[in-house]
C-alpha cells in the first residue's frame, strides 16, 4: 500500500485571526504539504441547490502514512481539485496491533 501512496497534496487549514473589534477572524492557510492516495469512493453524487447555484457532492477515501499531518476540516489540493476532510481513522496492523496508516473521508464538492 504504501507504494500508492504518491500523491502530493497541500494542506489548508483555517485559523482565527483577531480583528480588529475584539473578535476573531477565521482563515485559511496553506500551511504544508502531506504524500498519500486518494480513491474515489461514491460515483453516486448528490446534487443540492445552494445560493441559486447546483452543487455535486462526491465522496473519497484518502489514505497516508501516520507520520503525515492530516487532521479533521483540513482541505486538500491536488490538481486544482480541493477536497475537505470529514473524519480520520487510524488502521492497525491485524497481526502486531501496530499502527499502519491513516484512513480518511474526504468530501469534493464542484459547484456547476
Do not use: W
Amino acid at each position: 500500500m504504501r507504494d500508492l501512496m504518491n500523491m502530493t497534496f497541500q494542506v489548508y487549514r483555517k485559523t482565527r485571526v483577531p480583528d480588529s473589534i475584539g473578535g476573531f477572524t477565521e482563515t485559511e492557510e496553506h500551511t504544508h504539504s502531506v504524500v498519500g492516495f486518494l480513491s474515489i469512493r461514491n460515483v453516486m453524487a448528490k446534487e443540492r441547490n445552494k445560493a441559486d447555484q447546483m452543487e455535486a457532492e462526491v465522496t473519497h477515501d484518502f489514505y497516508c502514512m501516520p507520520d503525515q499531518d492530516i487532521k479533521r476540516n483540513d482541505v486538500l489540493e491536488h490538481a486544482g481539485t480541493r477536497y475537505r476532510i470529514v473524519n480520520v481513522r487510524p488502521a492497525y496492523d491485524a497481526i502486531s496491533g501496530t499502527l499502519h496508516h491513516l484512513e480518511c473521508e474526504a468530501e469534493e464538492v464542484q459547484e456547476e
